[in-house]
């Protein structure tokens, strides 16, 4: 498959575990956050969003947390399955900066049996 | 299926012979983005496109071209492909407004 990134951040979590994946955002006028799911040899996927008007929102085993103050984001994933390995990137929307997003640089997530 | 289509998926080619990499998406969206990923940077933008005959440039345009004469196609063009150009390179679409993209599966291009 596609290689995506050499020189990520590494995590690696017992399958079962719940694993979070932390992303530090880089402009106070971000107001829109979306977690995207790469694995290899495909192109990302949209896993969840949030907007700075919430803390926290949830989805089918997934919650992302956004801490304003610090400007951080974090993506909790419960049990964690081996289909959920793979590089993890969030992506910011400025505010009036139209529908184009700022991408971090990602988390390679390892799920070990 | 809703989709975002490129070809190839993988393209082996020698400085300075032109290229086409195309993008297709089947959602009807108004926006389309050109991105390259490469170890350690992410995904950086080339060319965007807010519809029909609307395209601007992203943070990394130089080397690159983009027509949008359709909706659905916003194909990728390198006039002159340097070495310094072999990334993986991904198409992504989406409605109108601020909203996730749907991205294609890559191609992986290598200049020579």
């Known amino acids: 498959g596609e290689s995506v990134g050499l020189h990520l951040p590494t995590l690696s979590v017992q399958e079962g575990d719940n694993s979070i994946i932390n992303c530090a955002y880089s402009n106070s006028a971000s107001d829109y956050f979306i977690w995207y799911k790469q694995e290899s040899g495909k192109g990302p996927q949209f896993i969840i969003d949030i907007r700075s008007n919430m803390d926290k929102r949830q989805g089918q085993r997934v919650t992302v947390l956004l801490n304003k103050t610090v400007k951080h984001l974090s993506l909790q994933i419960a049990a964690t399955q081996p289909g959920d390995s793979a590089v993890y990137f969030c992506a910011e929307n400025v505010e009036n900066y139209g529908q184009n997003f700022v991408f971090g640089p990602g988390t390679r997530l390892s799920v070990l049996p | 299926e809703a989709q975002v289509t490129q070809n190839p998926r993988y393209l082996i080619t020698v400085t300075g012979k032109k290229l086409t990499v195309t993008c297709s998406q089947n959602?009807?969206?108004?926006?389309m983005s050109w991105y390259r990923q490469d170890p350690g940077l992410g995904l950086r933008q080339i060319y965007y496109s807010m519809n029909v005959e609307v395209t601007d440039k992203g943070d990394v345009p130089e080397g690159y071209k983009v027509s949008r004469k359709e909706k659905r196609n916003f194909p990728l063009i390198l006039e002159s492909p340097s070495p310094n150009q072999t990334s993986l390179y991904f198409c992504?679409?989406?409605?109108?407004?601020?909203?996730?993209?749907?991205f294609g599966s890559g191609t992986r291009l290598t200049v020579v």
């Open positions: 959602m009807n969206h108004e926006y």
């Open positions: 992504a679409s989406s409605p109108v407004g601020v909203y996730g993209y749907t």
